[in-house]
């Protein structure tokens, strides 16, 4: 099971490598899962997170393997909202993939990405209505940590994106899974 991890310019550091560290854990704890986890980005350079944050992608929007699950974590999503490169790449992966997970504002790249989906979704509260305005299409849910909506789930900020990866480690594995990688990175 591969899990891929979209990365761009100003993407919000625990919007990606809080569910990263849930991944790469359970597939630390349970090799016998196969989980994979990798960061995607446009270019194979650096890319500079929030803050001045340097990370290196693992493969590029043109090189990574088959994806089982791609999450798009949020962030300054301007410039994103606006590669048309990335958002085509988002919409050829959605049918392939079996679950799409978003983080914080990474639900505006996904609704964008879609025009055409719609849907129960959450993001951070400060940015419910923008969401609302900007795709009124979508059924924005505020004062929740995440929105399960089969295919997609979305979640709040920052550390609804960590409640949000273990639920979904839970719905892809075991809840057994879910509760010693909890349990491993010290997370209630």
Known sequence: MHIGILIYDEVEVLDFAGPFEVFSTAARLAPD????????????????????????????????PALDVLLIPGGDHRDALNNRTLLDWIGEQAPRVSQLATVCTGIFLLAKALPDWSGPVTTHWEDIPDLRTQFPRLDVKSDTRWVDAGKVISSAGISAGLDMSLYLLRRLTT??????TARQMEYA
């Open 33 to 64: 899962t196969g989980i994979t986890v990798s960061l995607i980005a446009g270019q194979a350079s650096p890319v500079r997170a929030r803050g001045g944050f340097s990370v290196l992608p693992h493969h590029t929007l043109h090189d990574h």
């Open 175 to 180: 809840h057994a899974l879910a509760t010693r």
